[in-house]
């Protein structure tokens, strides 16, 4: 909501996206901007990424096997 009113305001002079807030949904105030671009959640949608990706969670998963912490461990945010 933040982003949208700063480029309304045009406090921002542009802004590409393919991560939003409330994915699927798109806060409608960065749709129909000429200064916003918009695209499909496919930042990593590359052969590579998507192999290392896979191989950092076989590598979590033997870690976690072999009694240790996985280098990539998420904790939750306190609410």
Known sequence: AAL???VQRRASAGVGLDVYENE??????L????????????G???LEARQDMGDR?????????NGHRPPDRVIPAML
């Open 4 to 6: 949208a009113l700063a």
């Open 24 to 29: 699927p949904v798109i806060h409608p105030g």
């Open 31 to 42: 749709l129909g901007q000429a200064n916003v671009v918009l695209l499909p959640h496919l």
């Open 44 to 46: 990593s949608a590359t």
């Open 57 to 65: 969670v076989i590598a979590n998963i033997m870690t976690v096997q």
